[in-house]
């Protein structure tokens, strides 16, 4: 058990509807990244938190938004959802600010399906 | 910008044969690297680190990876394979000069046979 909690663990939703995604990082971890997992693309890097700010953003599509809360959880919201946007979803968190050796602890993941 | 590779989608071996995985990098400073597994409908765990020191780095159940400076590469290595290391693996870079996020290379599956 990586201590990553992810919730939901699965998820199924039609075009154009907007979800949550809730992650709470390990005990002590002050970074939060999330990640998108697909068959044709793997595993893309979407957006990093640390201590509530942001600090990092790959290739993430302007219908997703993420925030980091007081007590370190984060959500990432995504709207208009379309067919493409099924994919299996991971938080991850680390224990260092930006830089460092420090490696990130995945949680298990939610399988968003769009129908 | 930092990239990985790897440059095989599938790896066959058989249980008690040494078993290689293998990762190319490209980064613009000093390279932190990092070997991850994941089995099925389960998150990444990491497996072993390189920042910087010792050539051969050496990680949880029995892997261990070579770093090489000159060929730009991290390959992982098990010297006898199990069928239980049967799982996908990834590759993943941090570039010093350019933040925190991993990047990840498309990874490799093994397949151990009895």
């Known amino acids: 058990d990586s201590g990553v909690t992810q919730t939901p663990k699965h998820l199924i939703t039609a075009t154009g509807q907007r979800v949550t995604l809730r992650c709470s990082p390990r005990s002590g971890d002050l970074s939060v990244y999330w990640y998108q997992q697909s068959l044709d693309q793997g595993l893309q890097f979407l957006i990093q938190y640390y201590n509530g700010e942001e600090r990092a953003k790959g290739n993430i599509l302007e219908r997703f938004s993420a925030q980091q809360f007081p007590d370190l959880h984060s959500e990432l919201n995504l709207s208009s959802l379309e067919l493409g946007d099924s994919a299996l979803y991971f938080c991850?968190?680390?224990?260092?600010?930006?830089?460092?050796?420090?490696?990130?602890?995945f949680g298990n993941g939610t399988r968003l399906t769009v129908t | 910008a930092q990239s990985v590779a790897q440059p095989e989608d599938q790896v066959n071996v058989a249980e008690g044969n040494p078993l290689t995985v293998k990762c190319t990098y490209s980064v613009s400073g000093n390279p932190y690297l990092f070997w991850y597994v994941q089995y099925p409908n389960r998150g990444l765990q990491f497996l072993l680190k390189?920042?910087?020191?010792?050539?051969l780095v050496k990680g949880s159940y029995g892997f261990e990876a070579e770093f090489n400076k000159s060929q730009t590469s991290f390959h992982l290595k098990k010297p006898s394979a199990l069928v239980s290391d049967s799982a996908l693996y990834f590759c993943?870079?941090?570039?010093?000069?350019?933040?925190?996020?991993?990047?990840f290379g498309k990874g490799t599956t093994l397949s151990v046979s009895s």
């Open positions: 993943a870079v941090r570039d010093d000069q350019a933040g925190t996020a991993l990047i």
């Open positions: 991850a968190s680390s224990v260092t600010s930006p830089g460092g050796g420090s490696p990130l602890h």
């Open positions: 390189y920042i910087t020191g010792d050539n």
